[in-house]
């Protein structure tokens, strides 16, 4: 299997030019989930799946990927500021993998340096602060994901 995290927006862009695409805020907690039409290329928070135990992770995944039907998923990649890997980078690559693996929907990893940050200031700008902020941020984190994706796809194509 080629490494995912050697895949880009511009190889998604070859294969796919419209259909649903999902994304993933990968977290050891939670999983934030966005959702996009690849054709409009604007990016919605779905939902965050708060679930840190695998198994009851992916059957809320399956629900999702049978109820939407994506032709893509996008998981965000956790690196350091200066792009240096760490222990959660690994761990989001094998999620992607997995979600390969298990469901056949080519994946896509994108950087989501500072999307965490963006997505809290987004909240606290529409006046959603402080514990308010936690069942919405991973799945605006996701959303951001998305964005970034559809924005670098589009500028590529």
């Known amino acids: 299997m080629p490494d995912l995290t050697e895949k ?9 030019s419209s259909g649903t695409v999902l ?12 959702i996009g039409e690849y054709e409009l290329r604007l990016a919605h928070p779905l939902t965050t799946i708060d679930q840190a ?7 809320k995944i399956a629900e999702l990927i049978r109820e939407w039907q994506p032709v893509l998923l996008v998981v ?13 980078t690994r761990l989001c690559q094998r999620f992607a993998r ?30 959603i602060t402080g514990r308010k902020q936690r069942p919405m941020l991973d799945q605006i984190a996701a959303q951001h994901i998305l ?3 559809f924005d670098s796809s589009y500028a590529a194509s």
Do not use: C, W
Request: cysteine-free.
């Open 8 to 16: 880009t927006a511009s190889d998604a862009i070859n294969t796919i």
């Open 23 to 34: 994304a993933f805020d990968f977290g050891m907690r939670r999983v934030g989930v966005a």
């Open 53 to 59: 135990v695998t198994k009851p992770r992916f059957e």
């Open 76 to 88: 965000g990649l956790s690196v350091h500021a200066d792009g240096a890997e760490h222990e959660i």
């Open 98 to 127: 997995r979600l390969e693996g298990r469901f056949g929907i080519p994946v896509v990893m994108e950087d989501e340096r500072y999307t965490t940050v963006i997505a809290r200031l987004t909240l606290e700008e529409v006046g």
């Open 147 to 149: 964005q970034t994706f």
